[in-house]
């Protein structure tokens, strides 16, 4: 199994940012996906996950109405796009499955928000 994230950068506030995971190594299209983030000296947060047809999508309530997870099952991939993006977005991004109760991560993507 292998998570490869990318779309991370710089961006100033009130920015746009779209994130990429591309999944190998499993049937992508059995699985629900998840995107997390964790900032310095704060724990890893859940941000917004899809069941595996997309027909159930949950996001953290901190970024409800700015951020949108979608997933493209003929590409294993799963995307993340960031509007509006605020100061306190600010972290290393993380792509993650859970398969046969064993989770996986990517190795993360970094986004910073800043002027």
């Known amino acids: 199994v292998q998570l490869v994230e990318s779309g991370g950068g710089l961006v100033q506030p009130g920015g746009s940012l779209r994130l990429s995971c591309t999944a190998s190594?499993?049937?992508?299209?059995?699985?629900?996906m998840s995107w997390y983030r964790q900032a310095p000296g704060t724990e890893r947060e859940l941000v917004a996950s899809?069941?595996?047809?997309?027909?159930?999508?949950d996001y953290a309530d901190s970024v409800k109405g700015r951020f949108t997870i979608s997933r493209d099952n003929a590409k294993n991939t799963v995307s993340l796009l960031m509007n509006s993006l605020k100061p306190e977005d600010t972290a290393v991004y993380y792509c993650r499955t859970s398969l046969v109760a064993r989770i996986y991560w990517g190795q993360g993507t970094q986004v910073t928000v800043s002027s």
């Open positions: 899809i069941s595996s047809a997309g027909g159930r999508i």
């Open positions: 190594g499993f049937t992508f299209s059995l699985y629900g």
